[in-house]
């Protein structure tokens, strides 16, 4: 840390005892950044896997009480917003939280760089290259801030839980106003506020996780379709991965909470929600008074009047038995199953930290098929571990093929400062990598190309969400196991499950016809 970050770090008010116990039991939107000291050790630490592995059982707290605060609330009149997401849907959703605070403090969203007030950018630290995209962005919006000084430029999510990150932004992009980390956005109207009136950076990322705050606003991408948190944070700890430090530990909502949230979207018309969490199966692990775990949620909501449930994403070493039984009641629950395997061989999942074997993987999945037969399986794979052999990338390949999987994600792994496989000597070079991800995707494609054709000429239930991007005159949606699917009808059908019957079949979509009179009139 140099002379001016520490400048920069002094910038979070440090507190005495006094002041943390006066915060307990004020409401949230008067608190300071005091009150919430106890999340901050310091601002700048690096992702540290031994410290986090040993994060305690602090009882989290949650909170009912957000407010903007009274000076806060017309801040933005007149004023426009724009949010650039990157990287999962965790981050989506917290776009959409941010848009709703921003909302209230009377800001407008706009998606023209030149017309907004205030531009953050929702960052993803998965992978190598998504930081990338974002120092290229963060490049291009130098110029727009030198022609309107009073712009804010921010910096969020993922990327700026890590302090190499910070301390970059700070040394070579002094253009950015603010950044601030996953555990702080309720914190944006204060930080908003900050960056207006103060003439340096303003830097609050707490390295700690902090409690659950339930009433923060939101506004939604769309009306057919809603992500609902269940989760967050991450405690499985993968040797590859930097989510467990960027995203704290695991901690569960409230199950009347969640349900509440699913009962108002219904209410409100939309058709399908998203489950999510960085680890979906740990759902309810954290509960020290009830025992009550994702498959009993899912229970609970297939009594809700809203058409499709889905969740993601799923670790296979906590997908239990009554989860099992839960789905295969079918309903409202799709038999869609998103299951990230990582590697087909069990001596590269033992260096991952993954906890299961490609036995053991391949058991969850006989289980699964036995008690959803039409169950469609989707997944994640990571190629060019460190020292992965030839042999052990063939047992992904034919993992691949025995599972059957209907399509899967799938990356060149990339160290993360930080992770123990970082730190790993790295015998396999990277044009061996490149060539074993065209393999496995040429093995993806022939897979998912398969799968589509079984479509051909039957009907499908699509989700229409609207028109299709490459032509207006075309509708698109999803089907229960989220093929996309263009087709023909009346703009009548948005927002609607309509039957579609299958014309042609492409390697990552459908074309059909709507069947007639599946648009109820009203
Ligand atoms: N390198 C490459 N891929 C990664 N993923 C997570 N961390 C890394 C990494 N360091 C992949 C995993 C995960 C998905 C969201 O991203 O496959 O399931
Ligand atoms: Fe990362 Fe997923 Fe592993 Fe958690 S379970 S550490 S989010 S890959």
């Given at each position: 840390?140099?002379?001016?970050?520490?400048?920069?770090?002094?910038?979070?008010?440090?507190?005495?005892?006094?002041?943390?116990?006066?915060?307990?039991?004020?409401?949230?939107?008067?608190?300071?950044?005091?009150?919430?000291?106890?999340?901050?050790?310091?601002?700048?630490?690096?992702?540290?896997?031994?410290?986090?592995?040993?994060?305690?059982?602090?009882?989290?707290?949650?909170?009912?009480?957000?407010?903007?605060?009274?000076?806060?609330?017309?801040?933005?009149?007149?004023?426009?917003?724009?949010?650039?997401?990157?990287?999962?849907?965790?981050?989506?959703?917290?776009?959409?939280?941010?848009?709703?605070?921003?909302?209230?403090?009377?800001?407008?969203?706009?998606?023209?760089?030149?017309?907004?007030?205030?531009?953050?950018?929702?960052?993803?630290?998965?992978?190598?290259?998504?930081?990338?995209?974002?120092?290229?962005?963060?490049?291009?919006?130098?110029?727009?801030?030198?022609?309107?000084?009073?712009?804010?430029?921010?910096?969020?999510?993922?990327?700026?839980?890590?302090?190499?990150?910070?301390?970059?932004?700070?040394?070579?992009?002094?253009?950015?106003?603010?950044?601030?980390?996953?555990?702080?956005?309720?914190?944006?109207?204060?930080?908003?506020?900050?960056?207006?009136?103060?003439?340096?950076?303003?830097?609050?990322?707490?390295?700690?996780?902090?409690?659950?705050?339930?009433?923060?606003?939101?506004?939604r991408?769309?009306k057919v379709?809603a992500?609902?948190?269940?989760?967050?944070?991450?405690?499985?700890?993968?040797?590859?991965?930097?989510?467990?430090?960027?995203?704290?530990?695991?901690?569960?909502?409230?199950?009347?909470?969640?349900?509440?949230e699913v009962r108002h979207l219904a209410a409100n018309g939309y058709k399908?929600i998203?489950?999510?969490?960085?680890?979906?199966?740990?759902?309810?692990?954290?509960?020290?008074?009830?025992?009550?775990?994702?498959?009993?949620?899912?229970?609970?909501?297939?009594?809700?009047?809203i058409?499709?449930?889905?969740?993601?994403?799923?670790?296979?070493?906590?997908?239990?038995?009554?989860?099992?039984?839960?789905?295969?009641?079918?309903?409202?629950?799709?038999?869609?199953?998103?299951?990230?395997?990582?590697?087909?061989?069990?001596?590269?999942?033992?260096?991952?930290?993954?906890?299961?074997?490609?036995?053991?993987?391949?058991?969850?999945?006989?289980?699964?098929?036995?008690?959803?037969?039409?169950?469609?399986?989707?997944?994640?794979?990571?190629?060019?571990?460190?020292?992965?052999?030839?042999?052990?990338?063939?047992?992904?390949?034919?993992?691949?093929?025995?599972?059957?999987?209907?399509?899967?994600?799938?990356?060149?792994?990339?160290?993360?400062?930080?992770?123990?496989?970082?730190?790993?000597?790295?015998?396999?070079?990277?044009?061996?990598?490149?060539?074993?991800?065209?393999?496995?995707?040429?093995?993806?494609?022939?897979?998912?190309?398969?799968?589509?054709?079984?479509?051909?000429?039957?009907?499908?239930?699509?989700?229409?969400?609207?028109?299709?991007?490459?032509?207006?005159?075309?509708?698109?949606?999803?089907?229960?196991?989220?093929?996309?699917?263009?087709?023909?009808?009346?703009?009548?059908?948005?927002g609607?499950?309509?039957?579609?019957?299958?014309?042609?079949?492409?390697?990552?979509?459908?074309?059909?016809?709507?069947?007639?009179?599946?648009?109820?009139?009203?």
């Amino acid at each position: 840390m140099d002379e001016k970050q520490r400048i920069e770090q002094a910038q979070i008010k440090q507190v005495n005892a006094a002041d943390r116990k006066s915060g307990q039991d004020k409401p949230l939107h008067e608190k300071t950044s005091a009150d919430f000291a106890k999340y901050f050790e310091t601002t700048y630490q690096p992702p540290n896997i031994n410290k986090a592995r040993k994060r305690g059982r602090e009882k989290i707290d949650v909170h009912y009480d957000f407010d903007i605060p009274e000076d806060m609330r017309t801040i933005g009149e007149g004023k426009k917003f724009l949010i650039r997401t990157y990287g999962c849907q965790m981050n989506e959703h917290d776009t959409e939280v941010m848009a709703g605070i921003l909302t209230e403090m009377g800001y407008e969203a706009t998606d023209d760089t030149n017309k907004a007030d205030i531009i953050l950018l929702n960052t993803c630290a998965i992978r190598e290259n998504a930081e990338n995209k974002v120092f290229g962005e963060i490049g291009h919006l130098k110029p727009l801030k030198l022609e309107n000084p009073d712009l804010i430029l921010g910096v969020c999510g993922c990327m700026s839980q890590q302090e190499s990150v910070v301390n970059r932004i700070l040394k070579k992009h002094q253009h950015i106003d603010l950044i601030f980390g996953t555990h702080n956005i309720h914190r944006l109207p204060h930080l908003v506020k900050e960056a207006m009136f103060s003439k340096a950076n303003v830097v609050e990322v707490w390295s700690k996780e902090g409690d659950i705050i339930e009433n923060l606003p939101k506004v939604r991408h769309g009306k057919v379709k809603a992500w609902v948190n269940i989760m967050y944070g991450c405690d499985k700890f993968c040797t590859y991965c930097i989510v467990p430090m960027t995203r704290g530990k695991e901690r569960s909502r409230r199950p009347e909470d969640i349900i509440q949230e699913v009962r108002h979207l219904a209410a409100n018309g939309y058709k399908e929600i998203t489950l999510l969490g960085q680890n979906v199966n740990a759902y309810g692990k954290d509960f020290e008074d009830i025992s009550f775990g994702l498959g009993d949620l899912m229970d609970e909501l297939s009594k809700i009047d809203i058409p499709r449930v889905r969740f993601t994403t799923s670790h296979p070493r906590d997908f239990d038995d009554r989860l099992i039984d839960v789905l295969a009641k079918g309903g409202n629950l799709l038999d869609h199953i998103h299951l990230p395997v990582q590697s087909g061989s069990s001596e590269i999942l033992r260096k991952m930290n993954r906890k299961y074997t490609r036995e053991s993987y391949l058991e969850l999945v006989r289980k699964i098929k036995k008690a959803m037969p039409n169950a469609t399986l989707t997944t994640d794979i990571i190629v060019g571990f460190p020292n992965e052999t030839e042999e052990q990338f063939e047992e992904t390949m034919t993992l691949m093929e025995e599972v059957g999987f209907e399509s899967a994600y799938t990356f060149i792994y990339s160290p993360r400062e930080g992770t123990p496989a970082a730190a790993r000597k790295d015998d396999v070079p990277m044009e061996v990598k490149k060539q074993r991800l065209y393999r496995l995707n040429e093995l993806v494609n022939k897979q998912s190309a398969e799968s589509m054709k079984s479509y051909k000429d039957k009907t499908v239930k699509v989700l229409v969400e609207g028109e299709s991007k490459k032509d207006p005159n075309v509708l698109a949606g999803y089907t229960e196991r989220n093929k996309l699917v263009n087709f023909k009808g009346p703009e009548s059908a948005i927002g609607k499950i309509v039957d579609v019957k299958i014309t042609e079949a492409k390697t990552w979509s459908l074309d059909g016809v709507m069947v007639e009179n599946t648009v109820e009139v009203k």
